[in-house]
């Protein structure tokens, strides 16, 4: 039984999913749902959240979590609204206003790690703060409004395509595969590991966990404000309420794709999966007419239905592969 469960939820029968389910959408849509249109918009919003997946999936293999990641998006695209807005006089370079907007971003995830390592604060209350007083701060430049006025060459990033695929889409593969190879091939992926599966003997075995937490917060704050860029490009301006919720989204994404709550288990592969079927659920709901609260409460409800289902396995010495190929990994190997 064990071995069966295994066998139909490995990673890439998600891919298996993923198909039956855009075929049935078209299908039940009449064509609607596999229009071009509709699957360009699909990937590019899949894109946004799929970054910000990608760095709650850092952050929830070291066994935290990182609320703050949606208030980061929204930062990030403030900052830079506020920087280059031609309604503004300012008048900053692109180029300078995306280092100075995901320096910005860092600085969040610095002091997350700072809070989280040397204050000993719990992560979810960290984050939580974080994320109120980050939120605070963009409605505060911004006074509540909305800045226009964007370079037209930025605007125009959002639309922009290669080689059939949105650059949007392009940016988060990229982010992807890198966040992949790292996680698997660098010192810094096996630490992530290491230090998700048991701190202590991490920190016996030579570890410096102090600065592999700083790295983790940093690196995914870094990713969330790539992902207001791309927002923000997208929305073509500065938006005070971007990224709300967005941390909901990540990390049902992060559980569908095979990640532990518990750390020590999950990857890049998987999340990218669990992103595309959690706004393949939005997108065919949103064209079925399915009320938009419903739907919220679908990816609450898988969130926990993913949680309760690690935890039940694991409390049992068996981890069915619905939880992506990760695994825990030994400090001391």
Same mark, same amino acid.
């Given at each position: 039984?064990?071995?069966?469960?295994?066998?139909? *939820? #490995?990673?890439?029968?998600?891919?298996?999913?993923? !198909?039956? @389910?855009?075929?049935? /959408? +078209? %299908? $039940?849509?009449?064509?609607?749902?596999?229009?071009?249109?509709?699957?360009?918009?699909?990937?590019?919003?899949?894109?946004?959240?799929?970054?910000?997946?990608?760095?709650?999936?850092?952050?929830?293999?070291?066994?935290?979590?990182?609320?703050?990641?949606?208030?980061?998006?929204?930062?990030?695209?403030?900052? *830079? #609204?506020?920087?280059?807005?031609?309604?503004?006089? !300012?008048? @900053?370079?692109?180029? /300078? +206003? %995306? $280092?100075?907007?995901?320096?910005?971003?860092?600085?969040?995830?610095?002091?997350?790690?700072?809070?989280?390592?040397?204050?000993?604060?719990?992560?979810?209350?960290?984050?939580?703060?974080?994320?109120?007083?980050?939120?605070?701060?963009?409605?505060?430049?911004?006074?509540?409004?909305?800045?226009?006025?964007?370079?037209?060459?930025?605007?125009?990033?959002?639309?922009?395509?290669?080689?059939?695929?949105?650059?949007?889409?392009?940016?988060?593969?990229?982010?992807?595969?890198?966040?992949?190879?790292?996680?698997?091939?660098?010192?810094?992926?096996?630490?992530?590991?290491?230090?998700?599966?048991?701190?202590?003997?991490?920190?016996?075995?030579?570890?410096?966990?102090?600065?592999?937490?700083?790295?983790?917060?940093?690196?995914?704050?870094?990713?969330?404000?790539?992902?207001?860029?791309?927002?923000?490009?997208?929305?073509?301006?500065?938006?005070?309420?971007?990224?709300?919720?967005?941390?909901?989204?990540?990390?049902?994404?992060?559980?569908?794709?095979?990640?532990?709550?518990?750390?020590?288990?999950?990857?890049?592969?998987?999340?990218?999966?669990?992103?595309?079927?959690?706004?393949?659920?939005?997108?065919?709901?949103?064209?079925?007419?399915?009320?938009?609260?419903?739907?919220?409460?679908?990816?609450?409800?898988?969130?926990?239905?993913?949680?309760?289902?690690?935890?039940?396995?694991?409390?049992?010495?068996?981890?069915?592969?619905?939880?992506?190929?990760?695994?825990?990994?030994?400090?001391?190997?």
């Amino acid at each position: 039984m064990a071995k069966k469960y295994r066998k139909t *939820f #490995a990673e890439r029968n998600l891919i298996i999913i993923i !198909i039956l @389910m855009w075929v049935f /959408l +078209a %299908i $039940v849509t009449g064509g609607r749902f596999s229009s071009s249109l509709n699957i360009t918009n699909l990937v590019r919003q899949a894109a946004i959240n799929g970054v910000v997946a990608v760095a709650m999936t850092f952050i929830i293999i070291t066994g935290g979590i990182d609320l703050s990641v949606g208030s980061v998006v929204g930062l990030s695209g403030m900052v *830079f #609204a506020t920087m280059t807005s031609s309604n503004l006089s !300012i008048g @900053m370079s692109i180029p /300078l +206003a %995306i $280092v100075i907007s995901l320096l910005a971003s860092a600085a969040v995830g610095l002091v997350n790690g700072i809070a989280i390592h040397d204050g000993k604060v719990p992560p979810f209350i960290a984050t939580l703060g974080m994320m109120t007083a980050v939120r605070g701060l963009v409605m505060y430049i911004s006074n509540g409004r909305m800045i226009t006025g964007l370079p037209k060459e930025f605007k125009a990033f959002s639309s922009a395509d290669f080689l059939g695929l949105p650059a949007l889409a392009w940016t988060w593969i990229v982010i992807a595969v890198i966040a992949g190879l790292v996680m698997k091939y660098t010192k810094f992926g096996r630490n992530l590991y290491a230090i998700g599966s048991n701190p202590e003997a991490a920190r016996l075995s030579g570890i410096n966990i102090r600065l592999n937490m700083y790295f983790f917060y940093i690196v995914g704050a870094v990713l969330c404000g790539i992902a207001g860029l791309m927002l923000s490009t997208r929305l073509a301006s500065g938006v005070p309420t971007a990224g709300q919720s967005y941390e909901l989204d990540a990390i049902a994404s992060v559980v569908i794709g095979g990640a532990s709550m518990t750390g020590g288990v999950g990857t890049a592969l998987g999340t990218v999966l669990g992103a595309l079927i959690i706004q393949t659920i939005k997108n065919g709901g949103n064209l079925m007419g399915i009320d938009p609260f419903i739907m919220q409460m679908v990816i609450g409800a898988i969130i926990v239905l993913a949680v309760f289902f690690d935890t039940f396995f694991k409390s049992r010495g068996r981890r069915p592969k619905i939880f992506g190929k990760g695994k825990k990994v030994n400090a001391a190997q």
